[in-house]
């Protein structure tokens, strides 16, 4: 058990994480930008640390300055909240390398769901369905286009890192696939510092369904039900609602079944939320989200 808490963000998450750190007696270290020196965040801390001037990068994505603000706490565990730095397999490992319980999965965990290849390679592999496409290691406009081919279209060409929207195009025709491939590409590399692709059958309006899960050291593992998240503006999510409407008990089971499988296989430990596409009473897993989402809220409220 761990006694002393930094808190590796600001704003809302940072507070409801000491909310309930300190409820549990645990003291807690608050790190902030030249800007938030002020904020509410910094208030309701223990103690607080400066990591940096107003910019992000030199602050709240700073692993070097916030590893050392570790040492100089006594931190002996962080929390990453959501954002900035709460998905980056290094931060997790310099937080461990550093002493520090790291709250959240492993650095193995977070690289393995972070790459969406590898995620549907090795779900796939243990009878998880996921969207029909090509998600392999060669990357050339030659071998992409015959998946496409192959797969039919329509088809939607993705990052196989990050998400957001970003470097995703839709093709319904064979019409400049090639100029449409390497968009993707550079796109993919400006965003994700990673030009990989992966091309898969595009679904026409499907539902967006996650599943909230949570996973400890002990290899137990829980869900919190579903959230439908379906209303969405260019790839962002719009409104939350849990629990899902018109989702058939059939479907639900299904859908939790094969959520809690995702969480098992690799033998996450954190909150995580698995995410699939509906269609057709089909669903299909699309990623896990490795962090707290700022959705989590959604949640809490039903369970």
Not at 174 to 194: I, K, M, P, Y
Not at 206 to 215: A, K, L, M, S, W
Request: with cysteine.
């Amino acid at each position: 058990m761990f006694d002393k808490l930094l808190v590796a963000n600001r704003g809302e998450i940072a507070c409801r994480i000491m909310r309930t750190a300190q409820r549990l007696g645990i003291s807690c270290t608050a790190i902030y930008s030249d800007s938030d020196q002020n904020s509410l965040h910094v208030a309701q801390a223990d103690e607080a640390f400066r990591v940096g001037s107003n910019a992000a990068t030199d602050s709240y994505l700073s692993t070097e300055h916030i590893i050392d603000a570790v040492r100089r706490s006594g931190a002996n565990a962080v929390h990453p909240g959501y954002g900035f730095l709460s998905e980056d397999p290094l931060f997790a490992a310099a937080c461990i390398e550093a002493g520090a319980i790291f709250i959240g999965p492993t650095p193995a965990q977070i690289e393995m769901m972070a790459n969406k290849a590898t995620a549907k390679k090795e779900m796939e592999s243990v009878g998880v369905p996921v969207v029909p496409g090509y998600h392999g290691p060669q990357q050339d406009n030659t071998t992409l286009i015959a998946q496409i081919l192959k797969i039919g279209f329509p088809v939607i060409v993705k990052p196989r890192a990050g998400g957001g929207g970003k470097g995703m195009r839709v093709a319904t025709t064979g019409d400049d696939l090639g100029n449409l491939l390497d968009t993707c590409r550079r796109e993919a590399l400006s965003a994700f510092n990673d030009a990989g692709l992966i091309v898969e059958r595009f679904l026409e309006n499907p539902r967006h369904i996650e599943v909230q899960v949570f996973g400890d050291t002990y290899g137990n593992t829980v869900h919190f039900y579903e959230r439908d998240c379906s209303l969405q503006r260019r790839h962002q999510k719009v409104i939350e609602e849990a629990p899902a409407r018109e989702l058939s008990s059939h479907l639900r089971e299904g859908l939790i079944a094969c959520a809690l499988t995702v969480t098992r296989t690799i033998g996450y430990h954190g909150a995580g939320t698995v995410e699939f596409l509906l269609k057709d009473e089909l669903f299909y897993f699309i990623e896990m989200n490795t962090r707290l989402q700022v959705e989590h809220p959604v949640t809490e409220l039903i369970t």
